[in-house]
């Protein structure tokens, strides 16, 4: 009989049979990133003015759209047990230093199965944050900086 846990505080394991992909998926073009991702905030603006005249009057001016915001998150482990190595923080640190705007640029950000979710993007951001330092877990967000589509 398969153990379903594992002997270390704060581990995950996945159990063998289980089959299919997650339901929720975030492609990057920046590299190899494993994380297990858990939401995402999608934020898209546009540039309008309002300019009230009197007799009730009110024009509309459109300019555009502004640049977006998208935030990933998830949760990973500042330490792990076992081969676990792809949830470790450092993974995501590493991923943040190669692939911020200062080095890398702009990037290719797909969400989801929705064919109309892809994103030239800047990564402008990291925010970790460590809940429990017993069982190793840590909250983690990227910020991206989102280009409107032409």
């Not at 949760?75 to 450092?90: E, M, P, R, V, W």
């Not at 640029?105 to 797909?110: A, E, I, M, Q, R």
């Amino acid at each position: 009989m398969a153990a379903v846990f594992s002997p270390c505080v704060g581990a995950v394991a996945k159990i063998p049979g289980c089959s299919g992909d997650a339901v929720f998926k975030v492609d990057i073009s920046g590299g190899e990133f494993t994380m297990p991702i858990s939401g995402f905030a999608l934020e898209l603006n546009g540039n309008y003015q309002f300019l009230h005249t009197v007799n009730d009057f009110i024009y509309v001016y459109a300019f555009g759209d502004r640049i977006g915001e998208l935030t990933v998150s998830g949760f990973g482990f500042s330490q792990t047990c076992g081969n676990a190595s792809s949830a470790k923080i450092c993974n995501l640190f590493d991923f943040y230093t190669q692939n911020r705007i200062k080095e890398k640029g702009n990037l290719s950000v797909h969400i989801g199965e929705c064919a109309n979710a892809n994103f030239w993007a800047f990564l402008t951001g990291m925010r970790v944050e460590v809940q429990d330092p017993q069982t190793a877990i840590a909250q983690w967000s990227l910020r991206f900086n989102v280009l409107p589509k032409k």
